[in-house]
């Protein structure tokens, strides 16, 4: 059952024998195994490697269009909608690494609202990186830039600077102005580029999952016993957050339900729409609060082919698709009387 997910840390560590083993950030170095090693740089580091492991897995013909197409909607969703990127651009998230990859903390923390995963943040860098340059430079792709990165600084084990990843891009396109504003942006800047644009180009379509469903937004609700419990940090910007809800808390009451079991939940939100005011009743830290609470339209995103979404599919964009997608192995002459 988990042959899809040993695939893809195969492909992912694969990737990894040039990014991060020989392509790497300057500020691991010199390698310490007693203390941590803070870079900036993990959105490529981890994030292009995470890009290109599932790429890979579709060039090898692993994985079919639709099921490729579903992984860029999940990841894009992720990136998105995460509030985090407000905070933090995604070389600030990468020096979290120290407290988020393979660490422990005791307190629990807010990071569902201040951290995005440089590995998820960096894989939609890359994603929107290649489309960019597939789109607006004649003949280039993201395999170039990390071709140029091979030889400048994989080759030889010259460790890179976030200056020398902006100069290499410069060098790659042959516009420096391009690569400041894309650095500016997307690496030191919390943006996103227009991947629905961008992947229209290959007859994906990135739309609303369910554009008239209301939400009370991305949150964890563990029923039992005591009832209703809020088990994640209510998202920023998000119905229960503006309300005042947070974690630890116990609804009791939605619209006038009373909230018992995950059933309840549902059967206050049916027949709503987003706007719709409720109200709600919740304990929190002992004390008994009523709020009002505006259900939200759902943001969660999806990529899904143009063929799925009865789109025309052109000559251009099949092109398109066989550029980025397909097989990079040349095709081999079969041996004489084979079948």
Request: hydrophobic share 40%.
């Amino acid at each position: 059952d988990g042959a899809m997910a040993n695939l893809g840390t195969l492909s992912h560590e694969f990737f990894h024998c040039w990014n991060m083993e020989r392509i790497r950030s300057a500020a691991i170095e010199p390698f310490d195994f007693e203390r941590a090693n803070m870079s900036g740089e993990l959105w490529l580091g981890e994030g292009f490697t995470s890009y290109y492991d599932d790429l890979i897995i579709h060039r090898a013909g692993l994985s079919d269009l639709d099921q490729y197409a579903a992984g860029v909607g999940r990841l894009l969703n992720a990136t998105i909608n995460a509030p985090g990127r407000r905070f933090f651009s995604p070389v600030e998230m990468s020096m979290q690494a120290p407290f988020v990859d393979a660490a422990t903390s005791i307190d629990p923390t807010n990071q569902a609202n201040t951290f995005l995963s440089y590995y998820t943040w960096g894989a939609a860098i890359g994603l929107g990186l290649d489309l960019t340059l597939r789109t607006r430079f004649d003949g280039l792709t993201l395999d170039d830039y990390m071709r140029a990165l091979w030889e400048t600084h994989g080759k030889p084990g010259a460790p890179y600077t976030l200056d020398d990843l902006r100069a290499a891009l410069a060098r790659v396109t042959g516009d420096a102005e391009f690569a400041e504003t894309f650095f500016r942006r997307y690496i030191t800047g919390h943006d996103v580029v227009d991947y629905a644009a961008l992947l229209a180009h290959a007859g994906l379509l990135l739309r609303k999952a369910d554009p008239d469903g209301p939400t009370l937004g991305r949150v964890g609700i563990r029923f039992g016993d005591d009832g209703a419990i809020v088990a994640t940090p209510t998202l920023v910007d998000s119905p229960l957050y503006e309300a005042g809800v947070d974690r630890g808390d116990r609804i009791i009451s939605l619209g006038g339900r009373e909230i018992h079991e995950e059933a309840d939940l549902r059967a206050a939100l049916a027949g709503r729409a987003p706007g719709d005011v409720l109200t709600i009743e919740f304990e929190q830290r002992g004390r008994h609060r009523t709020a009002s609470l505006a259900l939200a339209a759902d943001p969660r995103l999806e990529v899904v082919t143009f063929e799925a979404a009865g789109r025309q599919v052109t000559d251009a964009i099949r092109a398109f698709r066989a550029a980025w997608l397909g097989s990079k192995q040349p095709a081999k002459a079969s041996p004489v009387g084979a079948r």
